[in-house]
């Protein structure tokens, strides 16, 4: 149980388009999932908190407008990466955070995105 | 604000032996939640272990467990018997009750199993 899709896995893109990603929880229902942005090397760093019927909440210094979070269903948010550039390129991981899993997020298996 | 701190950027270990890797972390809540997730080449991340703060037994899975320390604020992650498949970034991990179900993440530390 506890499973969480994303997709897709891998895209490449022309700088100036918009990118959509998908996430959604497979077996449960998630009424909070979240996005998170990691380089190479690096740790996981959280986008923004997306809510089922509300706004998500965006941390600090990411640009809101620039990263469209849809989060419609209650197994399903998406990212839209809008007007991107090759700065955005990067590996875009959601994750769901199961009610009943005592406050255990399930991941993703990411989406790696290049713009050209 | 909580901060996890993860000490050993890589470390190595022998296959079929034992490793512990190192999380300090800082927080003034008393109820919280403390994870281990792997991040194998894929990059897929995979929750290996979980533990709450209220419980004072140590939470195992398999060939894996925890050494949680409430008062020094340490839960570290002990590996036993490698395997080659245990090669990946550790990811330590921390949500309070009243953060708002923010995970706050350690910098990692890849692990490589040797044969």
């Known amino acids: 149980g506890a499973v969480v899709s994303q997709h897709p896995s891998w895209v490449i893109c022309k700088s100036g388009t918009s990118v959509k990603i998908e996430c959604r929880s497979l077996?449960?229902?998630?009424?909070?999932m979240f996005w998170y942005r990691q380089f190479p090397k690096q740790s996981l760093m959280l986008m923004a908190t997306?809510?089922?019927?509300?706004?998500?909440?965006?941390e600090q210094g990411v640009e809101k407008d620039k990263f469209l979070i849809n989060h419609a269903s209650l197994t399903l948010s998406t990212l839209t990466v809008t007007s991107a550039h090759p700065e955005d390129s990067s590996f875009y991981i959601c994750?769901?955070?199961?009610?009943?899993?005592?406050?255990?997020?399930?991941f993703g298996p990411g989406t790696r995105l290049l713009v050209l | 604000a909580q901060t996890v701190t993860q000490s050993q950027p890589e470390m190595s270990v022998q296959e079929a032996e034992t490793v512990t890797l190192s999380c300090t972390y800082d927080t003034s809540e008393n109820n919280y939640y403390l994870f281990w997730y792997k991040q194998p080449p894929s990059r897929q991340m995979i929750l290996v272990i979980r533990q709450e703060a209220y419980k004072q037994q140590n939470a195992t899975e398999n060939r894996f467990s925890v050494n949680f320390q409430k008062a020094a604020k340490s839960f570290s992650l002990k590996i036993s018997d490698s395997q080659l498949g245990d090669t990946a970034m550790y990811f330590c991990a921390f949500i309070g009750g009243n953060a708002g179900n923010m995970l706050t993440f350690g910098g990692g530390t890849r692990l490589m199993v040797k044969p």
């Open positions: 077996d449960f229902q998630a009424t909070t």
């Open positions: 994750s769901a955070r199961n009610p009943g899993g005592r406050e255990t997020q399930y």
């Open positions: 997306s809510n089922e019927g509300s706004k998500a909440t965006y």
